[in-house]
């Protein structure tokens, strides 16, 4: 059932009374969903692999298989959200997760497991985009920001949770629980979404999908992605590996011609011809294809070579979130009051330097002296760079197309990820090696760090050449920085950004905007 009328001011909820605490139990538990299975099955990687015997292109995929259908379907699921009803979707998409979640725990081999994560992917991207989208239209508006400000904060908090409770579950009882705890939780999320969540759309909304750029866009993506994680093994002259980069390469041309043709593209091309805007995204998939490697790798390394136990493999990171719930807020101010080019130069710099201190992690490392001081460095970066990259993001277009932008900037952030992962492997040297064999893995791993290290470089100097030191309209002076929770409209420096991509932001206006897709919201 929708919210009492005690709980609403004209049609939406406020933060402090019981109907805004539930959408926000919905919307934190279920985006935390999708965060945190991004993130975890990195460290069941090792036992899945033994398990089941699996070799490196099997646990790319094991990660990739969700990324995947992530990436090609995550602007999709907005869109359908603002057409068919953001909770509705966002329902649709809990279940869906938590019965591919249901399939990955209980799997009988590796090939059933990669296509249940597919099948992950699919409804993480239809519930993914309706969190923030309903924050966005369910709240009054002197409410709004306060509410996506704990939603981020939550989300923060767990996803600097994730992995402990994940390596902990793969430590003392088996991987699969990793999977199957997604079950009760997204039993709790539709059940408190369908009773106490309001339902909202965009009566503006397209009639009609941009099914050809959908199918060209995960046509390319998916050539791409097998191609490159079966070269390895099969050899640059495998008829498959020719075949699928030839598909992929296809694919992306034809989604470049369709959204150019299109009346309703998913991807309006002008907003490239931003200067801003192309420069922040070329940033991004610099900078998030470094970390696609970084977040897939070091966990393994430090279980496969350096000898780790699950648990304390999955807690090593967790500086890094730590230092971002603490620090991206005020390195987005100083982006404000600076501008954005000086941070996103410096920061990706900074991580650049802690990744050549993570490539000398071997078999003889300490945590404390060798592990700890680049993720401490690792996280001043990330903190210095992510929150102001989403606000260049968002505010280097005009605010019709803020929705787009922050989807668009996100879609980029997760297919750097995703390319990582297939192509780092081959790049590093991995040939017929396997990832859970330290002799095997220890050198690709080094060799990887620094390509990832050359990655993050690039993104400054993108940065320093690309970004503008201004955005339009942004404040001239130092001025001192506006308090947390203050009636302004939301604010993108306000905002925790998740380290596995940006997050599909509200338009920062009165009102509310789809996952993907500016526009006004119908109260049904």
Request: hydrophobic share 50%; net charge neutral.
């Amino acid at each position: 059932m929708n919210p009492t009328r005690d709980d609403q001011v004209g049609g939406l909820v406020r933060y402090g009374q019981p109907a805004g605490r539930w959408v926000l139990l919905a919307t934190v538990l279920g985006s935390g969903l999708a965060f945190v299975d991004s993130t975890v099955v990195n460290i069941a990687l090792p036992r899945i692999g033994d398990d089941f015997h699996a070799g490196a292109a099997a646990l790319q995929w094991t990660v990739n298989g969700y990324t995947l259908s992530l990436a090609s379907l995550i602007l999709l699921g907005g869109s359908l959200g603002d057409r068919f009803g953001r909770r509705r979707i966002f329902v649709v998409g809990v279940v869906w997760f938590a019965i591919a979640s249901l399939l990955c725990g209980l799997a009988p081999s590796e090939e059933i497991l990669v296509a249940a994560r597919v099948l992950q992917g699919i409804g993480g991207a239809l519930l993914t985009p309706g969190a923030l989208a309903i924050l966005g239209a369910s709240f009054h508006p002197d409410d709004r920001a306060k509410a996506i400000g704990a939603w981020s904060g939550l989300g923060g908090i767990a996803g600097a949770l994730g992995p402990f409770l994940g390596g902990w579950l793969v430590e003392v009882a088996s991987w699969r629980l990793v999977f199957l705890i997604n079950v009760p939780l997204a039993a709790v999320v539709a059940l408190v979404a369908i009773r106490h969540v309001p339902e909202s759309r965009d009566p503006d909304a397209p009639d009609r999908f941009d099914v050809v750029g959908l199918l060209t866009g995960a046509a390319g993506l998916a050539g791409l992605t097998y191609g490159f994680t079966a070269w390895p093994t099969a050899g640059p002259q495998s008829p498959t590996v020719l075949v699928t980069l030839a598909v992929g390469v296809a694919g992306m041309i034809g989604f470049v011609v369709a959204e150019r043709r299109s009346s309703h593209p998913m991807l309006p091309l002008e907003v490239f011809r931003i200067r801003a805007f192309s420069a922040v995204n070329l940033v991004t998939f610099a900078v998030y294809a470094a970390l696609g490697g970084v977040f897939f790798l070091v966990v393994l390394n430090l279980q496969v070579v350096v000898g780790f136990s699950p648990l304390a493999a999955g807690t090593a990171m967790l500086p890094v979130t730590v230092l971002m719930l603490l620090l991206s807020a005020r390195a987005g101010a100083l982006g404000q009051r600076i501008g954005p080019r000086i941070p996103m130069t410096v920061g990706p710099a900074v991580c650049a330097g802690a990744l050549v201190l993570l490539a000398g992690v071997g078999s003889r490392t300490s945590y404390l002296t060798g592990v700890l001081p680049a993720v401490l460095l690792l996280g001043l970066g990330l903190s210095l760079t992510v929150a102001p990259l989403t606000a260049t993001a968002l505010g280097s277009v005009d605010e019709r197309h803020a929705g787009i932008a922050s989807g668009v900037n996100n879609a980029v952030a997760r297919a750097a990820g995703l390319l990582a992962v297939a192509v780092l492997p081959l790049a590093a040297g991995i040939g017929a090696g396997s990832l859970t064999d330290a002799a095997d893995l220890g050198p690709v791993y080094r060799v990887a760090m620094l390509i990832c290290a050359g990655l993050l470089l690039l993104g400054s100097v993108i940065a320093l050449v690309g970004v503008p030191s201004r955005l339009p309209g942004q404040r001239q002076s130092a001025e001192p920085d506006v308090p947390s929770g203050a009636d302004d409209p939301i604010s993108p420096v306000r905002v925790h950004c998740a380290v596995d991509s940006p997050p599909l932001h509200p338009q920062p206006t009165d009102g509310p905007v789809a996952g993907g897709r500016a526009g006004a919201s119908e109260r049904r």
